[in-house]
């Protein structure tokens, strides 16, 4: 059984390693940072009963976006600037990927997304892929692409609550 916490003290950030240094550096040197000075937020998820080792994390951050950037459809009859939030990063660690953790960490993510919106307004989720790999893994949830930025998706409000209905 696995639970999402905030990222904490006691989480053994050390011991994390999804195979991409960038990520991994994120986590032990500056997402602690990020978390105090109110940049982003990181939560992890842990197995129950192994308390410090993190099985995986994503962060969250909100964002101001160019209207301009959204496929047509989605951007008529809204202003210029657009308030949304950013999927930062998302990793699993190698012990624990093909087990459906990147799925769940999403999945959280869509949660906490969607509550956000309710509080402060946002038209959607926006992620930036690291490769091609990468975004057929968030197109299959339903992230399209923007024009001109393969790498650079976008989750609308409406299908982030669509998924959270049917998670339900």
Not at 55 to 84: E, M, N, S, V
Not at 134 to 145: I, K
């Amino acid at each position: 059984m696995f639970k999402f916490e905030p990222l904490a003290d006691h989480h053994d950030r050390a011991g994390f390693d999804c195979g991409v240094e960038p990520l991994n550096r994120y986590l032990k040197q500056i997402a602690r940072q990020h978390e105090a000075k109110g940049i982003a937020k990181t939560y992890v998820v842990v197995e129950d009963g192994v308390k410090e080792s993190i099985a995986g994390y994503f962060t969250l951050t909100y964002c101001q976006i160019d209207g301009g950037i959204l496929p047509p459809a989605l951007a008529k009859k809204l202003p210029q600037q657009i308030p949304a939030m950013r999927l930062g990063r998302l990793a699993v660690s190698q012990a624990r990927q093909r087990q459906g953790i990147g799925h769940m960490l999403l999945s959280c993510a869509l949660q906490m997304v969607e509550r956000a919106e309710k509080i402060a307004g946002g038209v959607g989720l926006f992620v930036d892929a690291k490769d091609e790999q990468a975004a057929a893994y968030y197109a299959q949830f339903g992230f399209v692409p923007l024009d001109g930025s393969p790498l650079t998706l976008f989750l609308p409000i409406q299908t982030i609550r669509q998924h959270n209905a049917m998670a339900s």
